[in-house]
């Protein structure tokens, strides 16, 4: 239904604020999301809060171990990004 669910211990779930999911990736501590209005969002180290970063334009996003973020373009482009820079993104 869109929502992002979380926990810390695999049990215990908990909603998050965040809506209108388009789709998720998580990696380590890390958790991206692209959100139905084609923005994509950072998770803090458990996924309990989200940020927006300024990417637009997005239909898929995905990330690495190593931190580095995918994102498919709704013009059919490839974008590359980084957890530690998540507004600096390189087609």
Do not use: H, L, M
Request: glycine content about 12%.
């Amino acid at each position: 239904n869109g929502t992002v669910w979380y926990s810390t211990n695999g049990t215990t779930w908990s909603q998050t604020e965040a809506s209108g999911v388009k789709s998720i990736g998580a990696s380590n501590d890390n958790v991206v999301i692209c959100g139905d209005n084609e923005t994509v969002w950072i998770g803090d180290r458990n996924g309990a809060r989200f940020q927006q970063t300024t990417a637009t334009g997005f239909q898929d996003v995905a990330i690495s171990p190593n931190g580095r973020i995918v994102g498919a373009g709704t013009n059919e482009t490839i974008w590359i990004s980084s957890i530690q820079s998540p507004n600096n993104w390189s087609i």
